[in-house]
């Protein structure tokens, strides 16, 4: 059997975040290809439901990346999904998850360096947790 690889599921600000990951792939600096990213416009738009459904249906991990604060292009949208975050991880909990799956980062759209690393450490970070248990369900 092989290494086992984790996949992860990127929701990112189109201002900021999806923007960095742009600038380190345009800087061809090196990451781990276990990302899909989605755009989303503002990392305060995203519904807690699609991150949900992301780990039911067998993601190792789930990368929500926003605006630094203060900085978001729709004022507040970065306060919002911060506490949504911190909700949805306390509800993950409880329903027997692991909350340490689901990831908030700010990263700037000058950040490509550091999207890189986050991408890095988090594949680190997912390889020695294990696939998700969800994962075995679907057979994937």
């Given amino acids: 059997m ?27 600096i090196q990451y781990p290809p276990n990302v899909r990213i989605i755009r989303l416009m503002c990392s305060g738009g995203l519904d ?40 949805l991880k306390s509800i993950l909990e409880q329903l027997g998850f692991d909350p340490d799956r689901v990831w908030l980062r700010w990263i700037s759209a000058s950040e490509g360096q550091y999207f890189a690393e986050t991408v890095t450490e988090m594949v680190a970070a997912l390889k020695e947790k294990g696939p998700n248990p969800m994962r075995n369900l679907w057979g994937m």
């Fill in 2 to 28: 092989s290494e086992f690889e984790p996949r992860i599921v990127a929701f990112l600000c189109n201002w900021c975040t999806y923007t960095g990951a742009d600038l380190a792939g345009t800087s061809r």
């Fill in 48 to 87: 807690p439901i699609y991150v949900t459904k992301a780990l039911l249906e067998g993601a190792d991990g789930v990368l929500i990346g926003g605006c630094h604060p203060g900085d978001c292009h729709y004022q507040s949208g970065n306060y919002k999904a911060r506490r949504r975050v911190a909700i």
